[in-house]
């Protein structure tokens, strides 16, 4: 049975951080890109930042310098360390897993957690 399972988030003040987890179970890791989304109040859902299988990092302009995304594939975790929050940070994040161009289409193209709230506020 495939699971995403994210935890840490919460309500922190501005300037704050959060560390965010998700750990996987289910499938074959090294054939997926792992994925942090977010969808705030009203918005679309947007990637934040990206891990590839041989550990390349992507960020979204909004959050370039301010997060950090790693992965431990032995623990099956990919983590998202959120600094210098700000109230348009405020979302559902959600951890999502990308299967990797080439790999066969035998295996599923995405797979999501089920959300965790980041509150930013004063």
């Known amino acids: 049975q495939v699971q995403l399972v994210e935890s840490g988030g919460g309500l922190v003040q501005p300037g704050g951080s959060l560390r965010l987890s998700c750990v996987s179970s289910?499938?074959?890791?090294?054939?997926?890109?792992l994925n942090w989304y977010r969808q705030g109040p009203g918005k679309e859902r947007e990637v934040v930042a990206s891990i590839s299988s041989t550990g390349v990092t992507d960020y979204a302009y909004a959050v370039k310098g301010r997060f950090t995304i790693s992965r431990d594939d032995g623990e099956r975790t990919v983590n998202l360390q959120m600094n210098d929050l700000q109230p348009d940070d405020t979302a559902v994040y959600f951890c999502?897993?990308?299967?990797?161009?080439?790999?066969?289409?035998?295996?599923?193209?995405?797979?999501w957690g089920q959300g965790t709230q980041v509150t930013v506020s004063s």
């Open positions: 999502n897993a990308e299967r990797i161009p080439g790999v066969s289409s035998y295996f599923e193209s995405h797979y």
């Open positions: 289910g499938f074959i890791l090294n054939f997926y890109t």
